[in-house]
């Protein structure tokens, strides 16, 4: 730690480890954005998931419900598929929906007992 005059008379003290920490800390933060910017478009499948419409599920008990919003200027072709936990209950397809630019969907789907899994397929439309 030095020790300064300030012009007014009175003495300023400048630590060094406040400013180095805080560089340190500004360059872990952007590296952490840059990275964690490269992992989630890696992870969704870099470009094509930027044209892909964003959806969230709800699963409760043996229902699935989707809500989707297209917010890109290309159609989507999107599709809800079910998985359920039981060997005898039938898995589903749901029907393919177009997503126009700014559309909105909403998918439902079913089992008879418990479901496993349920995910979107995502597929452009040419045009």
């Known amino acids: 730690m030095r020790t300064k005059h300030h012009p007014a008379g009175r003495r300023v003290r400048h630590h060094r480890g406040h400013r180095t920490a805080a560089a340190l800390s500004a360059v872990a933060a952007l590296t952490a954005v840059l990275a964690g910017g490269a992992l989630g478009a890696r992870a969704y499948g870099g470009e094509r998931a930027d044209r892909e419409a964003v959806c969230r599920t709800s ?12 917010p890109y200027p290309r159609t989507d ?51």
Request: hydrophobic fraction near 40%; proline fraction near 5%; glycine fraction near 8%.
């Open 59 to 70: 699963v409760e008990g043996s229902r699935v419900t989707a809500y989707c919003h297209n």
């Open 77 to 127: 072709r999107v599709q809800l598929h079910v998985e359920c936990a039981r060997w005898w209950d039938i898995d589903s397809d749901g029907a393919p929906v177009d997503i126009a630019p700014a559309g909105y969907a909403e998918f439902d789907g079913r089992c008879w007992k418990e479901i496993t899994t349920a995910w979107l397929s995502h597929q452009p439309v040419a045009g």
